[in-house]
């Protein structure tokens, strides 16, 4: 019914020559659709990122994992945030800064990964180093 209306308001609009005006509506008209596909998008993937989350969750707390909230928190805040990047890159929205905040995002998760491995293991991988050349002093 909108769209109806607003096709008329334009006609109507053109009829009386403004046309900056009518230019302003038919640009509205053009972007209803992705509108509607971002909402889709949205509705569907908060729809199923709370039913994944919450098997998650289910599924951990079965098999008696440690804070398993938590797990599934993470899990729906990171699905969360897609669900919503792919929303504004359908509305053509600061594409660039979409795509550059996702890239400096996974950047960080690896950084993170990385240290969190590199420093909470650092005292096995010595001892490890240690052992080998031991065996090759021995040997």
């Not at 509607?36 to 509705?43: E, K, M, N, T, W």
């Not at 919450?54 to 398993?68: D, F, G, I, S, W």
């Not at 945030?81 to 800064?97: C, E, G």
Request: proline share 2%.
């Amino acid at each position: 019914m909108a769209i109806v209306i607003l096709t008329l308001v334009d006609q109507a609009v053109q009829i009386w020559g403004l046309i900056v005006l009518a230019q302003l509506i038919e640009r509205i008209i053009e972007y209803l659709p992705r509108m509607a596909l971002a909402a889709l998008i949205l509705g569907v993937g908060s729809m199923l990122v709370n039913t994944l989350a919450q098997r998650v969750q289910n599924t951990l707390e079965r098999e008696q994992a440690p804070r398993p909230r938590l797990l599934a928190g993470i899990l729906k805040a990171s699905l969360l945030a897609v669900t919503i990047a792919l929303s504004l890159w359908q509305l053509n929205f600061a594409r660039q800064i979409v795509f550059a905040a996702f890239l400096i995002g996974f950047g960080a998760i690896g950084v993170a990964f990385a240290m969190a491995v590199g420093l909470g293991s650092a005292k096995a991988i010595q001892s490890g180093w240690e052992s080998l050349f031991n065996r090759e002093k021995d040997t």
